[in-house]
């Protein structure tokens, strides 16, 4: 079973979009959980979503310490 989530593991983060991901990121480690809203992964106004599912239920923490609401915004 440990090798099964190490594998998931490299895969999501060795992904495409997690890649993207973190190239838009802030560079911060922080996270808060927002209402869940439908999304799309990618490029939006409020920042870079990283949506696998289709929705979005966590934010990164703005460098000001905010959370931009709502998620993604186009």
Do not use: R, W
């Not at 998931?8 to 973190?22: D, K, L, N």
């Not at 802030?26 to 209402?35: P, T």
């Not at 439908?38 to 966590?58: I, M, N, R, W």
């Amino acid at each position: 079973m440990p090798i099964i989530i190490a594998i998931a593991f490299i895969a999501t983060i060795t992904s495409e979009p997690y890649q993207e991901f973190s190239k838009n990121s802030n560079g911060m480690a922080e996270y808060k959980f927002v209402s869940k809203t439908s999304c799309q992964t990618g490029e939006h106004d409020t920042g870079y979503a990283l949506a696998p599912f289709g929705t979005v239920v966590l934010k990164q923490v703005n460098t000001d310490g905010t959370i931009t609401q709502p998620v993604c915004v186009n």
